[in-house]
């Protein structure tokens, strides 16, 4: 290096320091000094190696002999750990020795370190991301890209992204839109743009993309396109909508069973759930009752089992009242059917009112959005079943207010015009055997007899007034035992009655009993004399309702009038000691039962109440 060249190296900004060819300092600018951390004084002349022992397990060796030993300029990057700098090496080999410098480039290795880092992001994200020049030509295309449209990104990178926009099967129309956001974008008119357009998938379905448009600052790319497969949100977005407007129909019915029946087909329409059912609580019996279901869940099973308490999974989770998940039944213990063809279910509890189960023949077929889908199903399918209820007590509330009315105002009568007859038929016999005679036996009995009568239509006019759809605390009665009290409250000797099988059930004590009271007044009214009467179960050999049956062998009431004895009528005259068989029917239906009358087959009158569900023969 000659001495005019001097002060021309040291007033560059890059580190310059000259070598030798044994690799001696001949000359370090003021840059290098400052690098280095030496002065000049201390390293010309000493070899760099001895100096700075540090550099032999860097590229500085292999790089400063090759280009002594090849006479050829080389370059290289060097971390240096003290500054916490980047430096490019340059070395420029003659006959004397090496030049070299040292440029920071730190800056730009950070940007390098930042791209790739932003590539590695791009490249690792499940979004497909395709950049564009200027020119809307195709930079950049991630592996997720390569994924959405089923192609080689090779065969897009260069293209323009019409390619891109024919390759999804994006409509002209949708086109021009992707066109106009990106010009939006680039231009900064638009911070960012966002579209939802539908495209074809690599299997040839239709899919649901999200398309973000955003500005990138590159040397080539100004606009990324990022597309999220939103296809499965999307759907869901659409079920949920559908299960709202399915909530409307749900809501227009007053049917338990056709609630159901909506519901479960909803399920197997919207959710793709082919194998459902739902069972609701028996309030009286305390059992899980199918009510409707799949023809997939028919088809599988040939018809859904009745759960009573205890009974598998389905009572379980209804008991507890949350919904659950049941990924793989092969490993959850105590099922109901161990032999199931089911491999996954979601139990999901209808309120108190019972559940919804849906199945499946593969494991893990169901996730969380399952779970929130049902979910919001079974709780529309609660609301209208709440409602349903609300509406059949007020229907059935305002119905007996009717009967009741009804019913009074012909009691009103019956009371009035039996109490006018007994009066005149007072006034009649005091007429016929005088005023001196008033203490004859004739009318002794007779006013006896007739306020007899008025104490008993009083005490059934009680009782019938109260309301029919209200009863006591039901208990289970020994049907003997029952029979027994109202033979002794009644007008029957004991030895009239014959019971062909003991038998318990669950009722009102003290209105069961005034029902059979009643019933046995009715007939002993009806005899001229000895009266006997038979009591029997009935349902139990046809399967039919449950009930039991009063015959007697009274007078019987003919056909013509068995549909009127069960209501009060001023002109009934087989109500002779009270409001009768009317009383029987009112106290039945108070308890849900069913009240006929028809004729025995060898003559008499047969009262049958019937749909006791709580009806059971008792053995010994």
Not at 148 to 154: E, H, K, N, T, V
Not at 316 to 345: C, M
Request: contains cysteine; glycine residues 8%.
């Amino acid at each position: 290096m000659t001495t005019r060249s001097v002060p021309i190296v040291d007033r560059v900004t890059d580190a310059f320091f000259a070598l030798d060819t044994g690799f001696r300092f001949t000359y370090l600018n003021e840059r290098a000094e400052t690098l280095l951390k030496r002065s000049r004084e201390e390293l010309i002349g000493r070899v760099m190696w001895d100096e700075f022992p540090q550099t032999v397990e860097t590229q500085f060796p292999d790089g400063f002999h090759h280009a002594m030993d090849e006479q050829v300029p080389v370059s290289f990057e060097i971390y240096h750990t003290p500054l916490e700098t980047w430096f490019e090496a340059r070395a420029y080999p003659s006959e004397t020795g090496l030049s070299v410098y040292m440029r920071d480039v730190s800056e730009r290795k950070a940007q390098e370190t930042t791209l790739a880092q932003h590539a590695a992001v791009v490249e690792a994200i499940r979004d497909a991301v395709v950049t564009l020049d200027r020119n809307r030509e195709i930079v950049t295309a991630n592996g997720a890209t390569e994924s959405a449209l089923g192609i080689d990104r090779s065969q897009l990178v260069g293209e323009h992204v019409e390619t891109l926009t024919e390759l999804a099967g994006i409509d002209d129309e949708r086109a021009v839109e992707i066109g106009r956001a990106i010009a939006d974008v680039d231009v900064g008119n638009a911070g960012r743009r966002q579209l939802e357009l539908s495209y074809v998938g690599p299997d040839g379905t239709d899919r649901m993309g999200e398309f973000r448009f955003v500005p990138v600052e590159d040397n080539r790319a100004t606009v990324a396109v990022v597309v999220r497969d939103i296809t499965d949100q999307h759907e869901y977005d659409r079920v949920v909508t559908s299960l709202h407007e399915v909530t409307r129909w749900l809501l227009e019915s007053d049917d338990p069973e056709e609630i159901c029946a909506i519901a479960v087909h909803s399920g197997s329409d919207l959710l793709d759930l082919p194998i459902s059912g739902i069972w609701l609580l028996e309030q009286e019996q305390g059992y899980l009752e199918p009510v409707a279901g799949t023809a997939g869940a028919h088809d599988e099973f040939g018809g859904l089992p009745r759960f009573n308490p205890g009974e598998g999974l389905v009572w379980d989770v209804f008991e507890a009242g949350g919904v659950e998940l049941f990924d793989d039944l092969e490993t959850v213990d105590d099922i109901y059917n161990p032999d199931t063809p089911l491999r996954s279910e979601i139990i999901a509890p209808i309120g108190t009112h019972g559940v919804l189960m849906t199945g499946s023949l593969e494991p893990h077929r169901f996730d969380e959005s399952d779970v929130d889908l049902i979910s919001t199903l079974v709780e529309n399918t609660r609301a209208a079943l709440d409602r349903a209820d609300r509406e059949r007590i007020l229907r059935d509330r305002t119905a007996e207010l009717e009967r009741q009315t009804e019913r009074l105002g012909a009691v009103a009568d019956v009371l009035s015009n039996d109490l006018q007859r007994q009066l005149e038929a007072v006034a009649d016999a005091l007429e016929h055997d005088g005023a001196d005679e008033w203490e004859f036996p004739l009318v002794e009995d007779t006013v006896e007899t007739t306020l007899d009568r008025a104490e008993r239509l009083v005490d059934d006019v009680r009782e019938f007034a109260r309301n029919a759809t209200a009863t006591g605390t039901r208990t289970r009665l020994d049907l003997e035992s029952a029979i027994d009290d109202a033979v002794g409250e009644s007008r029957l000797e004991t030895d009239a009655l014959v019971v062909d099988a003991p038998a318990t059930l669950r009722a009102d004590s003290d209105r069961f009993v005034h029902l059979l009271e009643t019933a046995f007044d009715s007939a002993a009214a009806r005899a001229d004399g000895d009266v006997t009467i038979q009591i029997g179960l009935v349902g139990f050999e046809n399967g039919g309702s449950r009930g039991f049956f009063v015959l007697d062998d009274a007078a019987e009431i003919p056909p013509n009038a068995h549909e009127r004895v069960l209501d009060p009528t001023a002109d009934d005259d087989t109500a002779a000691d009270g409001l009768g068989l009317a009383l029987v029917r009112a106290i039945a239906e108070a308890h849900d039962w069913e009240c006929t009358v028809t004729n025995g087959q060898n003559g008499g009158t047969r009262i049958e109440i019937r749909d006791i569900t709580t009806l059971e023969r008792r053995l010994g």
